[in-house]
């Protein structure tokens, strides 16, 4: 038997390859397939099946595609109903699967058909169970997704709370867990950086399994706190259900080599998005006018998702040279699908034709102490959860997830400073900013990490009684 997480921190997302004796199930795979399927020629193994937890909303997932290429049969638990050739399994139905058995265990909470898959191995001994998004490491999945006609929020915390008591924690404690994210996915609070565990482990250290809880405490405590789901988050469950074009095709139609004259025709014919990939330190030093920054480097496809509120969206790239397929097909991972086509030659060619080139200003941390001693205006896209840990004193939360609920607190007559904790997300920040005609706004890198080397007033240095 052979167990592979396939781990893509992109998207803090796990993907499983079960192998035995010459048979394969592979459990929530990404959307681009290739690699599980030559994984499974190298075994010299077949496909059997394809399990999915649930219907992904912060991903789409692979199953569709990996099925037309490999008949397998794809899997889903009990109420899902697609738009696509499926197996809806039975609470307690067993897969073989070689020499092991997987059996499909109802958990809804996190969505309704959620399901948790239970591993036997050859000698019928519970071994695993790959728990999509009803158990994380350090936490369970947020149960606000799924919410429809009188169902609220709450009744879905109560069904978790169910669901984690009756099918979950009364396994072994040597259970191996392997969940679907880890830490930086958005279907959590406060997700682990760890992602393998066992169950006994989780016990002892995830605060909704703990023995003395009550159905009330847990749901207080699940929902508390809880921000809005990015907008790309019922588009990705709406694809899941439904299928999608293959992703070959995606990739496809948009490498497409664009000359810096189709580019702008294009820009300037249709409502195309100028997404700009490069490393945030290129993209302040040289940038076609009106593009946005979402750097390649950070935690790109989340960061879309989250900013581009229509997965329609048409979009024109660029790119680092050689990063075009690498690019769409991490769009195509959130359900992107409409680029255009790439800029050939990249940033360097648009500035070599004559092309306006604008540029977006940045400053050190010690520049923004001495422009905060002349009263400068600083906002922080951190987080809620980094602000509230710490932050610059009387510095507003102007988090990125929300950027658009804040553009009216930005000010127009004069220069405004924005920061994060390291660089990457005060640039994605001023450049969405500037794209809307706020010239004024300036990046401050380092964030909030260099900020913390100067001697700029910060929650953390301060005792707390002094603080208004």
Same mark, same amino acid.
């Given at each position: =038997?052979?167990?592979?997480?396939?781990?893509?921190?992109?998207?803090?997302?796990?993907?499983?390859? !079960?192998?035995?004796?010459?048979?394969?199930?592979?459990?929530?795979?990404?959307?681009?397939?290739?690699?599980?399927?030559?994984?499974?020629?190298?075994?010299?193994?077949?496909?059997?099946?394809?399990?999915?937890?649930?219907?992904?909303?912060?991903?789409?997932?692979?199953? #569709?595609?990996?099925?037309?290429?490999?008949?397998?049969?794809? #899997?889903?638990?009990?109420?899902?109903?697609?738009?696509?050739?499926? /197996?809806?399994?039975?609470?307690?139905?067993?897969?073989?699967?070689?020499?092991?058995?997987?059996?499909?265990?109802?958990?809804?909470?996190?969505? =309704?058909?959620?399901?948790?898959?239970?591993?036997? +191995?050859?000698?019928?001994?519970?071994?695993?169970?790959?728990?999509?998004?009803?158990?994380?490491?350090? &936490?369970?999945?947020?149960?606000?997704?799924?919410?429809?006609?009188?169902?609220?929020?709450?009744?879905?915390?109560? =069904?978790?709370?169910?669901?984690?008591?009756?099918?979950? =924690?009364?396994?072994?404690?040597?259970?191996?867990?392997?969940?679907?994210?880890?830490?930086?996915?958005?279907?959590?609070?406060?997700?682990?950086?760890?992602?393998?565990?066992?169950?006994?482990?989780?016990?002892?250290?995830?605060?909704?399994?703990?023995?003395?809880?009550?159905?009330?405490?847990?749901?207080?405590?699940?929902?508390?706190?809880?921000?809005?789901?990015?907008?790309?988050?019922?588009?990705?469950?709406?694809?899941?259900?439904?299928?999608?074009?293959?992703?070959? +095709?995606?990739?496809?139609?948009?490498?497409?080599?664009?000359?810096?004259?189709?580019?702008?025709?294009?820009?300037?014919?249709?409502?195309?998005?100028?997404?700009?990939?490069?490393?945030?330190? *290129?993209?302040?030093?040289?940038?076609?006018?009106?593009?946005?920054?979402?750097?390649?480097?950070?935690?790109?496809?989340?960061?879309?998702?989250?900013?581009?509120? +229509?997965?329609?969206?048409?979009?024109?790239?660029?790119?680092?040279?050689?990063?075009?397929?690498?690019?769409?097909?991490?769009?195509?991972?959130?359900?992107? +699908?409409?680029?255009?086509?790439?800029?050939?030659?990249?940033? *360097?060619?648009?500035?070599?034709?004559?092309?306006?080139? &604008?540029?977006?200003?940045?400053?050190?941390?010690?520049?923004?102490?001495?422009?905060?001693?002349?009263?400068?205006?600083?906002?922080?896209?951190?987080?809620?959860?980094?602000?509230?840990?710490?932050?610059?004193?009387? #510095?507003?939360?102007?988090?990125?997830?929300?950027?658009?609920? /804040?553009?009216?607190?930005?000010?127009?007559?004069? *220069?405004?400073?924005?920061?994060?904790?390291?660089?990457?997300?005060?640039? !994605?920040?001023?450049?969405?900013?500037?794209?809307?005609?706020?010239?004024?706004?300036?990046?401050?890198?380092?964030?909030?990490?260099?900020?913390?080397?100067?001697?700029?007033?910060?929650?953390?240095?301060?005792?707390?009684?002094?603080?208004?």
């Amino acid at each position: =038997m052979k167990i592979e997480q396939i781990y893509t921190g992109c998207l803090a997302q796990g993907a499983y390859y !079960i192998e035995s004796n010459g048979e394969v199930a592979i459990i929530d795979p990404l959307r681009e397939v290739e690699q599980y399927i030559k994984r499974a020629a190298k075994d010299e193994a077949k496909i059997k099946y394809i399990f999915e937890t649930h219907f992904h909303a912060d991903f789409v997932s692979g199953h #569709v595609t990996l099925a037309e290429k490999t008949d397998a049969t794809i #899997v889903y638990g009990p109420t899902a109903k697609t738009s696509f050739n499926a /197996h809806t399994a039975e609470d307690g139905e067993v897969f073989k699967v070689g020499e092991i058995t997987i059996t499909a265990l109802h958990t809804p909470g996190h969505t =309704m058909e959620s399901t948790t898959y239970l591993l036997k +191995d050859k000698d019928g001994n519970n071994h695993a169970i790959f728990s999509g998004d009803t158990l994380f490491l350090g &936490d369970v999945g947020r149960p606000d997704l799924a919410q429809k006609g009188d169902l609220t929020q709450e009744d879905l915390a109560g =069904m978790l709370f169910d669901s984690l008591r009756t099918k979950i =924690m009364p396994l072994a404690d040597d259970v191996i867990v392997y969940p679907a994210h880890g830490a930086g996915s958005a279907c959590g609070k406060n997700l682990s950086k760890e992602t393998v565990g066992t169950i006994g482990d989780q016990k002892k250290t995830n605060y909704a399994l703990r023995a003395d809880m009550t159905k009330e405490e847990f749901v207080k405590e699940v929902t508390d706190g809880l921000l809005p789901p990015p907008a790309y988050f019922p588009l990705n469950v709406k694809m899941n259900k439904e299928g999608y074009q293959s992703i070959d +095709d995606v990739i496809k139609s948009g490498s497409r080599a664009l000359s810096v004259e189709d580019f702008e025709k294009i820009a300037n014919e249709t409502d195309a998005i100028i997404l700009d990939v490069r490393h945030q330190f *290129d993209f302040i030093k040289g940038l076609i006018p009106q593009s946005i920054f979402i750097g390649l480097g950070g935690t790109f496809a989340p960061w879309v998702g989250a900013l581009i509120k +229509d997965v329609t969206q048409p979009i024109l790239l660029v790119t680092p040279v050689g990063e075009e397929e690498t690019t769409i097909t991490r769009l195509s991972r959130v359900g992107f +699908d409409n680029v255009l086509g790439y800029l050939e030659g990249s940033f *360097d060619s648009w500035k070599a034709s004559g092309k306006e080139v &604008d540029t977006l200003r940045s400053v050190s941390a010690i520049d923004l102490e001495e422009a905060m001693n002349n009263n400068a205006k600083v906002f922080d896209a951190r987080k809620p959860g980094e602000y509230a840990n710490e932050h610059i004193v009387d #510095v507003p939360s102007t988090p990125l997830d929300f950027l658009n609920d /804040h553009v009216e607190e930005f000010p127009t007559d004069e *220069d405004f400073y924005i920061h994060c904790a390291g660089g990457y997300r005060s640039v !994605i920040a001023a450049s969405i900013l500037k794209a809307r005609g706020y010239h004024n706004v300036i990046d401050v890198a380092g964030g909030y990490g260099a900020i913390k080397k100067t001697n700029i007033q910060r929650t953390d240095m301060v005792c707390p009684s002094t603080l208004k």
